[in-house]
């Protein structure tokens, strides 16, 4: 795979933990750049480590992998996207919009995001075991490109999220629902072409 392409698949690999980032700095109030880093760095930790337990997948056991990430991610993203809708009508308690620090994200819940989004990278790990390909450098390659992406979606959901309010985690929801539909659509159309 030659280093253009490489860059290709890095950025796609990282489109749909854009679109939930965008979601979630939309639900977040008053993020900074630094926090925004801190999401983006989770999120290509993940994305990166994804495709390298494909890989290993892959040298095992191509099947498994290949015939259920679409269902895995269709779960993980319908339930975490239905979550945030659930968070969404929530009402505000007075203190938590009182202009303090910005509202925090568990890490675990962002890594649990980051994962959801990330099945796709481990099916796509699973096929670089296959091509002559330095899974070191492919990982690396998709964990910054997904670095760099979420971070800017977290600041433009930011932008976002300000006009619209709390009720942003509603849509941010709705986006990851939509991303886990599109992933099981995807897959299952590809099976009957």
Same mark, same amino acid.
Request: hydrophobic share 60%.
């Given at each position: 795979?030659?280093?253009?392409?490489?860059?290709?698949?890095?950025?796609?690999?990282?489109?749909?933990?854009?679109?939930?980032?965008?979601?979630?700095?939309?639900?977040?109030?008053?993020?900074?750049?630094?926090?925004?880093?801190?999401?983006?760095?989770?999120?290509?930790?993940? @994305?990166?480590?994804? /495709? =390298?337990?494909?890989? %290993?997948?892959?040298?095992? &056991?191509?099947?498994?992998? +290949?015939? *259920?990430?679409?269902?895995?991610?269709?779960?993980?993203?319908?339930?975490?996207?239905?979550?945030?809708?659930? @968070?969404?009508?929530? /009402? =505000?308690?007075?203190? %938590?919009?009182?202009?303090? &620090?910005?509202?925090?994200? +568990?890490? *675990?819940?962002?890594?649990?995001?980051?994962?959801?989004?990330?099945?796709?990278?481990?099916?796509?790990?699973?096929?670089?075991?296959?091509?002559?390909?330095?899974?070191?450098?492919?990982?690396? &390659?998709?964990?910054?490109?997904?670095?760099?992406?979420?971070?800017?979606?977290?600041?433009?959901?930011?932008?976002?999220?300000?006009?619209?309010?709390?009720?942003?985690?509603?849509?941010?929801?709705?986006?990851?629902?939509?991303?886990?539909?599109?992933?099981?659509?995807?897959?299952?159309?590809?099976?009957?072409?």
């Amino acid at each position: 795979m030659n280093p253009a392409s490489l860059v290709i698949l890095a950025f796609a690999m990282s489109t749909d933990a854009f679109a939930a980032s965008v979601g979630k700095g939309a639900a977040l109030r008053r993020t900074r750049f630094p926090e925004a880093l801190r999401i983006g760095a989770i999120f290509g930790t993940v @994305e990166a480590i994804t /495709p =390298v337990i494909g890989w %290993a997948i892959g040298l095992a &056991a191509t099947r498994f992998v +290949s015939e *259920w990430d679409h269902w895995i991610a269709f779960v993980l993203l319908g339930a975490l996207g239905a979550h945030m809708i659930w @968070e969404g009508f929530k /009402p =505000v308690p007075v203190e %938590a919009d009182d202009g303090s &620090a910005p509202e925090r994200k +568990s890490v *675990w819940l962002l890594a649990l995001t980051a994962l959801a989004t990330s099945i796709d990278a481990m099916a796509v790990g699973v096929t670089l075991a296959f091509a002559d390909v330095n899974i070191i450098v492919a990982a690396a &390659a998709i964990g910054l490109a997904t670095m760099l992406m979420v971070t800017v979606g977290i600041m433009l959901g930011r932008a976002i999220g300000s006009l619209i309010g709390k009720r942003a985690e509603i849509v941010g929801g709705l986006v990851l629902i939509g991303i886990g539909c599109t992933v099981l659509y995807e897959h299952l159309v590809a099976r009957v072409a």
